[in-house]
């Protein structure tokens, strides 16, 4: 629950819904609260009209601006698929989940419980790379998720 109101803080709105809730006074009884910032009834409304007619800033990165790609890493069973796709989603952005781009053969020695090296991991960082490199050139933002747990794979994602 925490994660979701973090994100939908992050999420990148023209107008603000009004969202009213009871919550504790002093008194010990309860009062309404609301986020509203309008003065005026029909300032929300004009607010509400605009951002139903603007087109969403959140699907391509403005031309000012280059796109954004995210990367979450982190071990194994960390949450780096589950974090991401949830933000990727709030943030109607593109999502790849950095296993899916792995060589038939890496899958296999995985299946196996045979570790990876180095020489194995290259191929598929590449891949990841590429996959954030499209989303750029097509002003796209995203984000992946990835056990790039070396500086080197780090910066091989990245193209440092």
């Known amino acids: 629950m925490r994660l979701r109101r973090r994100l939908s803080a992050m ?4 107008a ?3 969202r009213r809730r009871k919550r504790a006074s002093s008194s010990g009884g309860s ?3 609301d986020n509203s910032s309008a003065s005026r009834p029909d300032e929300g409304a004009a607010a509400a009209d605009e951002a139903a007619h603007s087109p969403p800033p959140h ?5 000012a601006a280059k796109p954004l ?3 979450i ?3 194994s069973g960390s949450g780096k698929t589950t974090v991401g796709a949830l933000l990727a ?5 593109r999502f790849e989940d950095g296993d899916s781009l792995h060589p038939a053969a890496n899958i296999d020695k995985m299946r196996r419980g045979v570790p990876l090296d180095d020489m194995d991991r290259w191929p598929w960082l590449r891949a990841v790379a590429c996959v954030i490199a499209s989303w750029r050139a097509q002003g796209q933002c995203g984000v992946v998720a990835c ?5 080197a794979y780090r910066r091989a994602i990245i193209g440092d």
Do not use: E, Q
């Open 59 to 63: 699907i391509k990165a403005p031309s």
């Open 31 to 33: 009062i309404l609260a």
């Open 73 to 75: 890493m982190g071990v």
């Open 89 to 93: 989603g709030h943030m109607h952005w």
């Open 69 to 71: 790609a995210v990367v």
């Open 16 to 18: 603000t819904p009004v």
């Open 11 to 14: 999420r990148p709105t023209s």
């Open 147 to 151: 056990s790039a747990l070396k500086r």
